[in-house]
């Protein structure tokens, strides 16, 4: 894994358990997009990793082809900071086995933040998480797909980050956006 040494922070983006807009559990397509898009943010703010859960063999075949073309073929050659920022991703079928990745590479068992747009009873502020960045336990933010995180999940995720808000009710962001607010207000320059 390439990154900073400055922290023990990865992103995964989580296409299974997540809900659809009836709140039942699927699995969400993997999108372009997400992944470049997520990855030109984590390669900016210094993430050790991203990684792109689905179980969905043909996800994860479309994924290495992305990854593959753009690592490998005229891709890298034609945009190399695209290339770059595309290094950062992996692939599993499972949370599980990225968890197991981690712990493996950093000699510890990471620690799960869930990124919801719902508020949650004892959600974790980004001034707390922004301090745990320096602590040796490896964090892993999770980003839902589709209609967001099942329940199964967060129920399973060590914290739930508070959410993003804005002056209106709505909110709705794209994952890319939520991920850029979000790794911006942890590892940008403060204010």
Known sequence: MTGSSRNRLYVAL???PVIDKNGTTIASAVTNLDLHDIARVCRTYGVKGYYVITP?????VLV???LDHWAT?????YNPSRRQA????RVKATSDGMIAEIAQAEGLWPKTV???A???LSSLSYRRLREMLIEATPLILAFGTAWGLSDAFMDAADYILDPLTGEATYNHLSVRSAASIILDRLLGETI
């Open 14 to 16: 989580i296409h299974h």
């Open 56 to 60: 969905l063999k043909d996800q994860r």
């Open 64 to 66: 290495k082809r992305i």
């Open 73 to 77: 073929g005229v891709g890298g050659i």
């Open 86 to 89: 595309l290094e950062l991703v």
């Open 114 to 116: 869930a990124t919801s």
């Open 118 to 120: 719902r508020r949650h």
